[in-house]
Nanobody, 123 residues
Framework: QLQFVESGGGLVQPGGSLRLSCEAS????????IGWFRQAPGKEREGVSC????????HYADSVKGRFTISRHNAKNTVYLQMTSLKPEDTAVYYC????????????????WGQGTQVTVSS
């Protein structure tokens, strides 16, 4: 079963930056499209961004477009989410997962959720 370990979250002031990491456990990540999701308190989990395996193309939710950047480092078996200009509404637990491809889409997700990493944006 595909498993991921998310890390890199923390407390940051509005306007700050964080880089999240999604490391694959026990399998080679470069075969799959990977997506980042988040769940804020009292809200449903939502897709944030995804990156294709086939051509490296990316997709972002409108709420993070221009502020977040997804990338993958296959040699490190890791996908990153660089977050800049953070806002209080970005506060959530962030998760990664295998997603559908051609093109990447977070509306198709495979496997179970990991522990996630908490991001808190507050002054």
């Amino acid at each position: 079963q595909l498993q991921f370990v998310e890390s890199g979250g923390g407390l940051v002031q509005p306007g700050g930056s964080l880089r999240l990491s999604c490391e694959a456990s026990g399998f080679t990540l470069d075969y799959y499209a990977i997506g980042w999701f988040r769940q804020a308190p009292g809200k449903e989990r939502e897709g944030v961004s995804c990156i294709s395996n086939s051509d490296g193309s990316t997709h972002y939710a409108d709420s993070v477009k221009g502020r977040f950047t997804i990338s993958r480092h296959n040699a490190k078996n890791t996908v990153y989410l660089q977050m800049t200009s953070l806002k209080p509404e970005d506060t959530a637990v962030y998760y990664c997962a295998r997603v559908g491809d051609h093109p990447c889409t977070w509306y198709k997700r495979f496997g179970s959720w990991g522990q996630g990493t908490q991001v808190t944006v507050s002054s």
